[in-house]
């Protein structure tokens, strides 16, 4: 069966710092893992995705996640926050592009 | 425009009224799905189609019913609603050579 563990419910970080949001996977082979984010009230978009290739992924809005296998491990970084940053974060996981299991999500807030 | 539209976008009932919410997508996807999303929960599956009329069950489907009679629609039924299906609902798709998938704005539910 497929899980995903994102630790910590809620990070607030100040703008302008780094940002880390951490993602635990457990999947029986190599499984495409995703990053979504939910701004309040809307429904949720796509940041960046992993199926194979280079483990370090590149994805929207000067997001980046590296797919670590020994760690099963999927976390997501952004260098500099902005306060538009603030929202809900959901890793995923799964045997392709539509049947995913999701993490709890972790709050992001943004103090200026 | 690209988009999924879900009808109603909010929704309150009596338990045991039948009730439909509607999906709709203008990409001519292949995949569709139905998500749940419940506070600490993340979202879960309920039921995803592959094509018009194959569809399968999500890690959720108890409560639900699906059909995919057109590709570009995917209603989603409750036949006889109980107040644990109080959630907001999300339907998403996807297409088979494309790279993201899209989601609904949501539909909130309240089962009184």
């Known amino acids: 069966a497929q899980s995903v563990t994102q630790p910590d419910i809620h990070i607030t970080v100040s703008e302008g710092a780094s940002l880390e949001l951490r993602c635990n996977y457990s999947?029986?082979?190599?499984?495409?893992l995703f990053w979504y984010v939910q701004s309040p009230g809307q429904g949720l978009q796509l940041l960046l995705k992993y199926f194979s290739g280079d483990t370090l992924v590149q994805g929207i809005k000067g997001f980046e996640a590296e797919f670590k296998r020994s760690q099963s491990s999927f976390n997501l970084r952004k260098p500099s926050v902005h306060w538009s940053d603030a929202a809900e974060y959901f890793c995923?996981?799964?045997?392709?592009?539509?049947?995913?299991?999701f993490g709890a999500g972790t709050t992001v807030t943004v103090r200026a | 425009e690209a988009q999924v539209t879900q009808n109603p976008r909010y929704l309150i009932t009596v338990t045991g009224k039948k009730l439909t919410v509607t999906c709709s997508q203008n990409m001519n996807h292949e995949y569709m799905s139905w998500y749940r999303q419940d506070p600490g929960l993340g979202l879960r599956q309920i039921y995803y189609?592959?094509?018009?009329?194959?569809?399968d069950k999500g890690d959720v489907p108890e409560g639900y019913k699906v059909s995919r009679k057109e590709k570009r629609n995917f209603p989603l039924i409750l036949e006889s609603p109980s107040p644990n299906q109080t959630s907001l609902y999300f339907c998403a798709s996807i297409g088979r050579y494309t790279d993201t998938q899209y989601f609904g704005p949501g539909t909130r539910l309240t089962v009184l």
């Open positions: 999947y029986g082979a190599t499984p495409y």
């Open positions: 995923a996981v799964g045997a392709n592009d539509y049947k995913l299991s």
């Open positions: 189609s592959m094509n018009v009329e194959v569809t």
